[in-house]
């Protein structure tokens, strides 16, 4: 158990709609780090926040946005879904910006 | 930019049999960070092993060692004395040196273990 805590574990939904996947970090860790792999593309990184602050972003659509809270927690926004958009979404989170990065056990979410 | 190359999609090897998995990258970034994850059929990103560019050392960790080839941009990972938990799927991952968790993974190599 890397300590990082992803909900929902499985997620299924329709083509047009909008889902929210959170993730809790390993505790006192302030970076986090959202990740997708799909059959096609790979794993990819999305975007990082660093204790509240957005810090990098990756290959993220426009339709896709992310926010971290003050109690550290993230959460990734999916919206106007399309069957494309299926995938396996990781959470990672480091206690710094130079240290290793600890991922979550993943949200696999299917559009239909 | 950075990329990883993996051109090994899929590798197997004898229990107890060593076998090592390739990786090559490329990155503008002076400053850099290597790394191998394991990926088993639960899903869950496992770090294996990591290298920091600056060190010459190849790093160890019991069965697993990395041979950091920085001219050649190489960085494979060795497997000594293969269990049957180690049938993965292995990523070779980079990341810049102000951020390690911000990596550019290749493509992955399914690891099989025959007993």
């Known amino acids: 158990d890397s300590g990082v805590t992803q909900t929902p574990k499985h997620l299924i939904t329709a083509t047009g709609q909008r889902v929210t996947l959170r993730c809790s970090p390993r505790?006192?860790?302030?970076?986090v780090y959202w990740y997708q792999q799909s059959l096609d593309q790979g794993l990819q990184f999305l975007i990082q926040y660093y204790n509240g602050e957005e810090r990098a972003k990756g290959n993220i659509l426009e339709r896709f946005s992310a926010q971290q809270f003050p109690d550290l927690h993230s959460e990734l926004n999916l919206s106007s879904l399309e069957l494309g958009d299926s995938a396996l979404y990781f959470c990672a989170s480091s206690a710094y910006m130079n240290t290793e990065a600890f991922f979550g056990q993943g949200t696999r979410l299917t559009v239909v | 930019a950075q990329t990883v190359t993996q051109s090994q999609p899929e590798m197997s090897v004898q229990e107890a049999e060593t076998v090592t998995l390739s990786c090559t990258y490329d990155?503008?970034?002076?400053?850099?960070?290597l790394f191998w994850y394991k990926q088993p059929p639960s899903r869950q990103m496992i770090l294996v092993i990591r290298q920091e560019a600056y060190k010459q050392q190849n790093a160890t960790e019991n069965r697993f060692s990395v041979n950091f080839q920085k001219a050649a941009k190489s960085f494979s990972l060795k497997i000594s004395d293969s269990q049957l938990g180690d049938a993965a799927m292995y990523f070779c991952?980079?990341?810049?040196?102000?951020?390690?968790?911000?990596?550019?993974f290749g493509q992955g190599t399914i690891l099989t273990v025959h007993p």
């Open positions: 505790s006192g860790d302030l970076s």
């Open positions: 991952g980079i990341a810049g040196g102000t951020s390690y968790g911000k990596l550019t």
């Open positions: 990155t503008s970034e002076s400053d850099y960070y």
